[in-house]
């Protein structure tokens, strides 16, 4: 393989392999003299192994000392070997807080691997996130941040550079919270999480039906710009205890839609009951208050208003 095509393949610039040649030894094994220089497969490994370290916050000259030494004794590893030790590995830990050092490592990871388009690199790491510390701390500690963070790269730039990398993380971030296992058991009315007309947002919605999943709570997620009518005839039909509409941008946010919403009846005559609404995004900020409706403004107030909501309901008598 030629150096530029290397490069590509890697999402770094052919400069970084001559200065990692250069500072750290790794440069092809074979250099026919007088030829432009070409990378065999197992340099291949070698600096994909590179590039996964430093993506994880390994500085460069641990990085090459570590696939220096990882080469030697696995080079007919299968690149794709989810099973090998990773220097940075966190430690195990249920449900539990970062350290601020470790939060920094994981964002600046994330980052690196995002702006190289290292698709693999970032489903390994969000997995592992949501693993060892659990989905709301490795949303709002890491990747609420990190999509921050690319954002802002993004809008900084006088060109779209770093758009595609924005949409791939995203799609990777969504892609751990849909890996998180609903509830094994069907008992009870799920709750039902839908975002109002016109809005496109879904991420934090998806972050909170993951959430819920987590916590064993059933729900009904239907996404992306759910038309009233339709949301409503979904009420009518399923009977939720609550109701979760988001609204991401300010335009989006409709007042009227979300009375009418919650006006919204089921049961039989003389037992009519309506859901709980909760409000939810920042859409909903310029708004005016809706009396009876609630605003939870994190996904820790937005579980534990859930959860209670769901235990109330479970202790009411079916009809």
């Excluded at 989810?82 to 970062?98: D, I, Q």
């Excluded at 601020?100 to 997995?127: F, K, N, Q, W, Y």
Aim: charge should be positive; proline fraction near 9%; aromatic fraction near 4%.
């Amino acid at each position: 393989m030629t150096t530029g095509a290397l490069a590509r393949r890697l999402g770094v610039a052919p400069t970084t392999l001559r200065s990692w040649d250069r500072r750290y030894g790794l440069g092809p094994a074979v250099r026919p003299e007088g030829e432009h220089r070409r990378w065999t497969p197992q340099d291949v490994a070698v600096l994909e192994e590179m590039c996964r370290l430093t993506s994880a916050g390994v500085p460069p000259a641990e990085a090459a000392r570590t696939a220096r030494k990882w080469a030697t004794t696995a080079s007919r590893r299968d690149e794709r070997d989810e099973e090998r030790p990773a220097p940075t590995a966190l430690p195990a830990s249920s449900c539990s807080a970062l350290r601020p050092g470790d939060v920094r490592l994981e964002c600046r990871g994330l980052i690196r691997a995002a702006t190289r388009l290292d698709a693999p690199a970032m489903s390994r790491r969000l997995t592992a996130l949501v693993d060892t510390h659990g989905l709301v701390t490795a949303w709002d500690q890491v990747m609420v941040p990190t999509l921050h963070a690319v954002g802002r790269k993004w809008e900084t730039t006088s060109s779209d550079r770093y758009v595609e990398a924005e949409h791939l993380l995203s799609w990777h971030v969504s892609t751990a919270l849909r890996r998180v296992p609903a509830p094994p058991t069907t008992d009870g009315t799920p709750l039902l999480l839908a975002c109002v007309p016109e809005e496109q947002h879904t991420l934090p919605l998806e972050a909170l039906n993951a959430a819920l999943s987590e916590r064993g709570l059933p729900t009904r997620m239907f996404g992306a710009a759910v038309p009233i009518d339709a949301l409503a005839a979904a009420v009518r039909r399923t009977g939720p205890p609550a109701i979760v509409l988001w609204s991401q941008v300010r335009g989006t946010a409709g007042p009227a839609l979300a009375r009418q919403l919650a006006t919204t009846q089921w049961g039989v005559r003389g037992a009519r009951r309506q859901p709980a609404m909760l409000l939810c995004g920042p859409g909903w900020a310029s708004a005016p208050p809706q009396p009876g409706m609630r605003h939870p403004l994190t996904l820790h107030d937005a579980l534990s208003t859930l959860t209670r909501l769901r235990e109330a309901d479970s202790t009411v008598p079916a009809n």
